[in-house]
């Protein structure tokens, strides 16, 4: 079964910092997608990023960006120059094959002003 | 504008009652999906749709039930059989059904006992 694990309940970074959240995950599947999604007080699910397995260059979107070790299954969040408005929870979540999307329980951050 | 809507926003259940959540897209997707989620929990698989007409369960769905009689809508029961029905309700939906895509997702709805 797919697994993904995020070892950190809880993280702060001071605003105009950069925060790096971890995650793991576990398939037998050569071919895969995985994904950050923000969740703000509001609940609403947002895509952050998306890096295909196949991809040897690390996915950006703006302030964000991932470190993508494929054989080390590590897929972490970097989020530089923080803000206000990046506080929220984040999950990683994985998909490969014919299965849905498997979430990680989520890590959340605060910004400090 | 296209997306998903997840009716009610909030809703509570008396013991012993069915209660159906509703979930309808216009981005004419085929896949649908229904998650749970607990606090400290993350996102939980009940059910998901990649077709019309056909659903498999996902990793918690006892007690729950739906049907996929079109392509739009996705409703979830909550049936009397699920003993801790408390939780936030999240409806989605993709383009593919290899599950490689990206999911849409709606806002939600709270669900909670009386």
């Known amino acids: 079964a797919q697994t993904v694990t995020q070892s950190q309940p809880e993280m702060s970074v001071q605003e105009a910092e950069t925060v790096t959240l971890s995650c793991t995950y576990d398939?037998?599947?050569?071919?895969?997608?995985l994904f950050w999604y923000k969740q703000p007080p509001s609940r609403q699910m947002i895509l952050v990023i998306r890096?295909?397995?196949?991809?040897?260059q690390n996915a950006t979107e703006n302030r964000f960006s991932v470190n993508f070790q494929k054989a080390a299954k590590s897929f972490s969040l970097k989020i530089s120059d923080s803000q206000l408005g990046d506080a929220a929870m984040y999950f990683c979540?994985?998909?490969?094959?014919?299965?849905?999307?498997?979430f990680g329980k989520g890590t959340r951050l605060s910004v400090i002003a | 504008d296209g997306g998903i809507t997840q009716s009610p926003k909030y809703l509570f259940r008396k013991e012993g009652q069915n209660v159906t959540l509703s979930c309808e897209q216009n981005?004419?997707?085929?896949?649908m999906y229904w998650y749970r989620q607990d606090p400290g929990q993350g996102l939980r698989l009940i059910y998901y749709?990649?077709?019309?007409?056909?659903?498999q369960k996902g990793d918690i769905a006892e007690g729950y039930s739906v049907s996929r009689e079109k392509k739009e809508s996705f409703p979830l029961t909550v049936t009397s059989a699920q003993k801790n029905p408390t939780a936030f309700y999240l409806c989605?939906?993709?383009?593919?059904?290899?599950?490689?895509?990206?999911?849409?997702f709606g806002s939600g709805t709270q669900l909670s006992v009386l």
């Open positions: 749709s990649q077709i019309v007409n056909d659903f």
């Open positions: 890096q295909e397995a196949y991809k040897q």
């Open positions: 398939t037998s599947e050569s071919d895969y997608y």
């Open positions: 979540a994985h998909s490969s094959g014919n299965t849905p999307l498997v």
């Open positions: 981005l004419n997707h085929d896949a």
């Open positions: 989605a939906s993709s383009i593919a059904t290899d599950g490689l895509e990206k999911l849409f």
